[in-house]
């Protein structure tokens, strides 16, 4: 079972952002962050506590959006605010705008007083990035999303966090950034956004190109890893096997050769 799709390499990536946490609550927002916790859960971390995104604490690990898994606790959304000002928790959010500073939006697109268009609001993103580890997905990788500063700052980045005082940086910790295209985090000279891996099939320089910003470089800027056997049968047969993954990260064809 050699051959795997983008959204299979995401993942795994997905999955291995979590790999190293422990036993902390996983609250991934979105189909791959669901399917990639899920997998770390089957996999590198065991002890991962997941939900069933409404209410409930689940002991095991059912296939996405089934019903019916053994409930092993009870978190009502307002017990959420309790474990996010507590800290043991690592959210994996979306991002309509990232900028070099980790900074994220989701919030509205132009100008504050009178934006062109109206998102989400900031909801829990302020709270996420000060008090826990946050991580953001982003299934289409575009210099739209990648901006060299967002209109409006959602989610803190650790420069932003630092400017604010202790209050704000202490438990701020942006893990890691994953895309259609590559893995980056927050580490790069300045606080700024880092190339870490880029995936199968994809070169730094079209992560660079679909980057709106300066975007550094790692200096051991490798091919994020592909999926193993164990990663593919779970993913197929336990987690999504309706392909619900392919929805949001489309198969990427392979090149026409010409006989």
């Known amino acids: 079972m050699s051959e795997f799709s ?4 995401c993942a ?3 999955a291995d952002a979590f790999r190293d946490d422990g036993e902390i609550f996983a609250s991934p927002m979105g189909m791959l962050p669901m399917l990639g916790v899920r997998l770390a859960k089957l996999t590198s971390n065991p002890d991962l506590v997941i939900s069933d995104s409404e209410s409930l604490f689940l002991a095991g690990v059912p296939p996405l959006f089934a ?5 092993e606790g009870w978190i009502p959304f307002p017990k959420v605010f309790d474990v996010v000002a507590y ?3 690592h959210v994996m959010m979306g991002a309509t705008q990232v900028d070099k500073h980790g900074n994220q939006n989701i919030s509205a697109i132009g100008d504050f007083a009178q934006p062109k268009r109206q998102l989400l609001g900031v909801r829990g993103a302020p709270g996420n990035t000060v008090n826990n580890r946050t991580s953001y997905w982003v299934p289409k990788h575009s210099p739209r999303v990648f901006v060299e500063a967002v209109d409006i700052v959602s989610g803190v980045g650790p ?3 630092k400017a604010a005082g202790a209050g704000a940086s202490k438990y701020n910790d942006i893990h890691r950034i994953v ?3 590559a893995v980056l985090d927050v580490k790069g000279a300045g606080d700024t956004v880092r190339l870490l891996s880029v995936h199968p099939g994809v070169t730094v320089d079209e992560v660079r190109e679909a980057t709106g910003f300066d975007l550094e470089i790692g200096a051991d800027v490798v091919e994020t890893r592909s999926p193993t056997t164990e990663e593919l049968v779970l993913i197929r047969e336990v987690i999504d096997p ?5 929805r949001e990260v489309k198969p990427v064809e392979a090149p026409v050769v010409n006989p």
């Open 159 to 161: 420069k932003n966090a």
């Open 87 to 89: 800290g043991k928790r």
């Open 6 to 9: 983008r959204a299979e390499v």
């Open 179 to 181: 895309t259609n295209l």
């Open 12 to 14: 795994a990536a997905i």
């Open 242 to 246: 309706r392909t619900l993954r392919d």
């Open 67 to 71: 019903k019916g898994d053994v409930v």
